[in-house]
Nanobody, 119 residues
Framework: QVQLVESGGGLVQAGASLRLSCAASGRTFSAYAMGWFRQAPGKERDFVGA????????HYADSVKGRFTIFRNNAKNTVYLQMNSLKPEDTAVYYCAADTMRRGQYDSWGQGTQVTVSS
């Protein structure tokens, strides 16, 4: 099991940028893939994007492709979500998750950080 702590959320205007961080502790961070998810009020949690253990591979939901970028620094045990050109519909609680067992399923989750985009 790993402990994940997100930070960097806040209130921004549409068109602004924000960078979220997710710091991990516990199991060897560089050994597993990481993902970002979000949950808007009254909606289910949605996949945002993911990054492989090495950082060489990423993929994104269509709704954020071209605007959001995931990258990681294994030396710092941290994964990032760079969000550009934010839209009001990006408003949600953002969660990072880890596939520590490398089974293609996320088994550890952070507590979430709120991102609010005003129009």
């Amino acid at each position: 099991q790993v402990q994940l702590v997100e930070s960097g959320g806040g209130l921004v205007q549409a068109g602004a940028s924000l960078r979220l961080s997710c710091a991990a502790s516990g199991r060897t961070f560089s050994a597993y893939a990481m993902g970002w998810f979000r949950q808007a009020p009254g909606k289910e949690r949605d996949f945002v994007g993911a990054i492989s253990w090495s950082g060489s591979s990423t993929h994104y939901a269509d709704s954020v492709k071209g605007r959001f970028t995931i990258f990681r620094n294994n030396a710092k045990n941290t994964v990032y979500l760079q969000m550009n050109s934010l839209k009001p519909e990006d408003t949600a609680v953002y969660y990072c998750a880890a596939d520590t067992m490398r089974r293609g399923q996320y088994d550890s989750w952070g507590q979430g950080t709120q991102v609010t985009v005003s129009s």
